[in-house]
């Protein structure tokens, strides 16, 4: 239980760099000595120190002078096995030999080439004691976008639409309409600062004239991505403004201009999702929310290209609409549903295992 408890921290320090870490994963680590919480750190940003330095840094500075000898006795709590290999920054593992941790209890084994057991087998060989597996499906599941991209070279694809309480996507002749109500909305804008990128079809970046930005909530933009054929889009929507980074899918041009990036891409009208999915795991984009429209979400869902479903059901119903795009049932499962003001909120997980 003891283990649990730890690793319980590890992931809520990992958590912290939730936002700043991708295409990373988020770690924690716990050093433990003589039952007592004697550090802590997590990997806070991309490109710097990760969860280990930070954890043993932070017992050095509690503890100075008697800093080895507490680390030489203690146990190492890390939500990810301790890397194996020369990244931004040396091996975590070497690190912790370094300090002669008695002890490393890890969550989830690393799956990325350079590491992938390497990093066990290197603690082992130096004769500390390892257990891994602990709270295993809890640290995969905050971890799930970088499994899924490492795993299925894709990012983790996060669909989400609102419907009437009759089953529309939206009243037809729209001009940009809200069927869900101002919480649901709050809650969007921490979405999106919770994914690498927010994804919307031409048809919506025209209609909606959506931003894309994160406004009702306190964090950094994902980066937007349009997807426009034929380059449709007028320049002079919201979506060109200089609020964030833009890729634009097109068929026309790969050109940047500013903050603006246009890449072509060869006959979207085939397998778009599955292309539009490759292109991001080479963009290092580990994870993708994409808002609409209705065509855009279909194709994706025809694909069965999507790991994710959140769902707001107005109470309120449309005289006449789109149909609103509709999972096959079969195939994925419910893993949480709640109210979010007076919206139901479902979410969907595909494939389950
Ligand atoms: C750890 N502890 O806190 C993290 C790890 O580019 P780098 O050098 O930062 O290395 C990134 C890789 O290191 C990443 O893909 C993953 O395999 C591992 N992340 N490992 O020991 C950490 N964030
Ligand atoms: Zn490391």
């Known amino acids: 239980m003891t283990n649990e408890l730890y690793m319980q921290r590890c992931l809520e320090l990992a958590a912290m760099g939730m936002g700043n870490v991708s295409p990373n994963p988020m770690v924690g680590c716990v050093i433990v000595s003589d039952g007592k919480i004697i550090g802590e750190g997590y990997h806070a940003r991309f490109g710097e120190a990760h969860a280990e330095v930070n954890a043993i840094n932070s017992v050095v500075h509690n503890y100075g002078n008697t800093a080895e000898t507490l680390l030489a006795a203690a146990t190492a709590y890390v939500s990810l096995e301790p890397c194996a290999h020369f990244g931004k920054t040396p091996p975590c593992a070497d690190l912790l030999i370094k300090h002669r941790i008695k002890k490393v209890v890890i969550g989830n084994t690393d799956p990325f080439d350079g590491v992938n057991g390497k990093g066990i087998e290197k603690l082992k060989n130096a004769g500390i004691e390892v257990v891994s597996g602990v709270l295993e499906a809890e640290c995969s599941q905050l971890n799930r976008r970088f499994f899924t991209r490492i795993g299925q070279q894709h990012p983790y694809i996060i669909l989400k639409w609102a419907t009437s309480a009759n089953g529309y996507f939206a009243p037809e002749n729209t001009t940009q309409q809200w069927i869900s109500g101002p919480e649901a909305k709050k ?93 991001l795991y080479l963009m ?70």
């Open 187 to 279: 809650l969007v804008h921490k979405w999106r600062t919770e994914e690498d990128a927010v994804l919307v079809g031409r048809l919506t970046a025209m209609a909606d004239n959506p931003r894309l930005t994160v406004r009702e909530w306190y964090g950094r933009n994902p980066v937007r991505i349009v997807v426009d054929r034929h380059l449709q889009v007028p320049s002079s929507h919201h979506i060109y403004n200089k609020e964030a980074k833009t890729i634009i899918f097109n068929e026309q041009k790969t050109d940047v201009q500013e903050n603006i990036h246009f890449i072509q891409m060869e006959d979207m009208q085939h397998y778009l999702p599955q292309k539009i999915a490759f292109q």
């Open 284 to 353: 290092d984009i580990a994870s993708v929310i994409i808002e609409g429209g209705a065509q855009v979400l279909n194709q994706f869902i025809q694909a069965r290209l999507w790991d994710e479903a959140r769902v707001f059901r107005s109470a309120v119903s449309w005289p006449a609409g789109i149909p609103s795009p509709e999972l096959n049932l079969q195939s994925c499962a419910i893993t949480d549903q709640f109210p979010i003001g007076k919206d139901q909120l479902t979410i969907y997980k595909n494939n389950p295992s």
